[in-house]
C-alpha cells in the first residue's frame, strides 16, 4: 500500500520555513498613528524638560530644551511637603476604591444579569441613568451623607463615595450575559450555589474585566481633584493632587518643582497602565473563553 504525507497547512509551512511566523507588515493606518501618538505625548515630555529645568528657562521665549539636567527639582520637591504621605494616602484610597468595585459592582452585576427579580430592568436602567448626573449636581448631597457619617475630614470621605460604581456594575454586567448559560447550569446540576458559581465559575473568567475595571476606577480616584477639595481640610488627610497644589503660590509659582511633582505623582498611573493595557481589548472583543 503506498502511504500518502499529508502537506503542513499554509501557517505550520511558513514556521518551519522560517523558524518563527513572520511578522504583519504595518499598515497605511499606523502611519497615520505614529504622528497622533507624538502629539498625544507631547504634553508629557514637555512636563518632563520642565521637570529638569531651572525657573529661568521656564520663562524663556520661545522655549526651548533645558541647558543641563536638574535632578535636584525632585528632591526639592519631594522635602516641599509631605509629599510621600500625600502619595499613601493616595494609594491607600485608590486600592480600597479598587477592591471595593471589584468585589460589589462583580455582585450586582451578576445580579442584573443572572437572577431574575422584580424590576431588575427599571433598577438597571436607573443605575445607568446615573452616569448622566454630572458631579455637580450630587456633590452638595454627598458632602451631607458624608457628614452625617462622621467621615468629614478623613479618608473615608474619599472611600466610601466610590466603593461602587454605575459604570463598573455596567461592565460586569455586560460581561456576564455574555457567557452562555451552560457553564452555570452545569455547575448548578453538581450542587454549587450562587456565589459557588460565581466563585469557580465565573471569576477564572473575568481576569480581562476585572483588570480593566481596576485600571480605569484606579486612574479615576488617584486623579481626583474636587471631591478631595471638598471634603478634606487636614494636610495629613490630603491626596496626591491636593497637594500639588501647594507648589502654586497667589504671586508664583516654582514650575521645576511642580513639574518634577507631578512627574512623581503620575508614574504609578503609568506603570499601571502599560502592565494592564492589554486586557483592555481582551475585556471587550472576549466573549468570556480564551
Known amino acids: 500500500m503506498s502511504q500518502t504525507t499529508l ?69 526639592d520637591a519631594w522635602h516641599e511637603g509631605p509629599f510621600g504621605h500625600w502619595l499613601l494616602n493616595s494609594t491607600i484610597v485608590s486600592v480600597t476604591c479598587v477592591v471595593g468595585n471589584l468585589v460589589f459592582c462583580a455582585l450586582a452585576g451578576y445580579a442584573f444579569a443572572r437572577i431574575p427579580f422584580f424590576g431588575s430592568r427599571v433598577l438597571f436602567i436607573a443605575v445607568l441613568a446615573t452616569l448622566m448626573v454630572p458631579f455637580q449636581i450630587v456633590m452638595l448631597p454627598t458632602l451631607i451623607v458624608v457628614r452625617d457619617l462622621h467621615l468629614t475630614d ?15 456594575v455596567f461592565l460586569m454586567r455586560q460581561f456576564f450575559t455574555t457567557v452562555p448559560r451552560e457553564l452555570e447550569e452545569a455547575a448548578r446540576i453538581d450542587g454549587a450555589g450562587r456565589l459557588r458559581t460565581l466563585l469557580s465559575i465565573m471569576l477564572p473568567l473575568m481576569g480581562p474585566t476585572l483588570a480593566t475595571l481596576s485600571v480605569l476606577t484606579f486612574l479615576n480616584v488617584w486623579n481626583d481633584f474636587l ?31 511642580l513639574m518634577a511633582a507631578t512627574v512623581t505623582s503620575q508614574v504609578p498611573v503609568l506603570v499601571l497602565f502599560v502592565l494592564a493595557q492589554r486586557f483592555f481589548v481582551r475585556s471587550i472583543a472576549s466573549s468570556g473563553f480564551k
Not at 32 to 42: F, T
Not at 154 to 168: D, H, K, Q, V
Not at 240 to 248: A, E, V
Open 154 to 168: 478623613t479618608l473615608g470621605a474619599l472611600i466610601a463615595p466610590n466603593l461602587a460604581t454605575p459604570f463598573g
Open 227 to 257: 471631591w478631595p477639595l471638598i471634603a478634606i481640610q487636614s494636610p495629613g488627610n490630603m491626596t496626591i493632587q491636593m497637594g500639588l497644589q501647594n507648589f502654586q503660590g497667589s504671586h508664583l509659582t516654582n514650575w521645576p518643582e
Open 7 to 75: 502537506a503542513p497547512p499554509p501557517q505550520a509551512a511558513r514556521i518551519q520555513a522560517g523558524g518563527r511566523p513572520r511578522r504583519r507588515r504595518p499598515s497605511r493606518l499606523h502611519l497615520l498613528l505614529v504622528p497622533l501618538s507624538v502629539v498625544m505625548l507631547a504634553p508629557l515630555i514637555w512636563m518632563v524638560l520642565l521637570s529638569i529645568s531651572t525657573q529661568a528657562e521656564t520663562r524663556r521665549f520661545p522655549p526651548g530644551l533645558p541647558g543641563g539636567v536638574h535632578w535636584q527639582n525632585y528632591l
